[in-house]
């Protein structure tokens, strides 16, 4: 089954502090995994790909086909930082989606 | 500028009333797709689309219709609407849902029902 697992609904930080934001998947393949990021009232933005091995905004993630995980982490959690994540995974079909991590940044 | 669009951005109506919330991109992406959104339940996919006429139910799509006609729009219809499908609904677009591209959303219809 595909799947992806996001176990913290709610993670705090304070400012300044190291962030990883866990994510664990299921799939029976190569996958394609992606971050998404929702601001406040705001759409869903792609966040970044593990294709492309990039770093936006301070995050960075790495895929781990052993442990089945694509983690999100940032080194210096930033106020801006503040917002829903959502781990997802490319399927045979579809975008499957984690139920995102709201991530509180403490002043 | 590259861009899903979704109207209307706020809906309020009754039980029972038909509705239709239109979704349109400008990317000639093949692949749409509707999503709903609700605390603690992450997002949900409702209905997607192949390509012009080609579409298929995603994981909740009771009480919802869709439609593709054209490549560009992919309109979600509730012809019956009910209060347990007040929610914050996303249209989303992707060149291949099985590449490394991933989608880009529109900017949501938070719809309730009474």
């Known amino acids: 089954a595909q799947r992806v697992t996001q176990p913290e609904k709610l993670l705090s930080v304070f400012k300044g502090a190291p962030v990883e934001l866990k994510c664990n998947y299921s799939?029976?393949?190569?996958?394609?995994l992606f971050w998404y990021v929702q601001y406040s009232r705001q759409r869903l933005q792609l966040l970044l790909r593990?294709?492309s091995r990039e770093s936006i905004k301070g995050f960075t993630a790495d895929l781990n086909k052993g442990e089945t995980s694509f983690h999100l982490k940032k080194p210096f959690a930033q106020e801006e930082d503040s917002a829903m994540y959502y781990c997802a995974l490319s399927g045979r079909s579809k975008i499957i989606f984690g139920k995102g991590t709201r991530l509180h940044i403490l002043p | 500028e590259a861009q899903v669009t979704q109207n209307p951005r706020y809906l309020i109506t009754v039980t029972g009333k038909k509705l239709t919330v239109t979704c349109s991109q400008n990317m000639n992406h093949e692949y749409m797709s509707w999503y709903r959104q609700d605390p603690g339940l992450g997002l949900r996919q409702i209905y997607y689309s192949m390509n012009v006429e080609v579409t298929d139910k995603g994981d909740v799509p009771e009480g919802y219709k869709v439609s593709r006609k054209e490549k560009r729009n992919f309109p979600l219809i509730l012809e019956s609407p009910s209060p347990n499908q007040t929610s914050l609904y996303f249209c989303?677009?992707?060149?291949?849902?099985?590449?490394?591209?991933?989608?880009?959303f529109g900017s949501g219809t938070r719809l309730t029902v009474v």
């Open positions: 799939y029976s393949g190569s996958p394609e």
């Open positions: 593990h294709i």
């Open positions: 989303a677009s992707s060149r291949d849902p099985r590449g490394p591209y991933g989608y880009t």
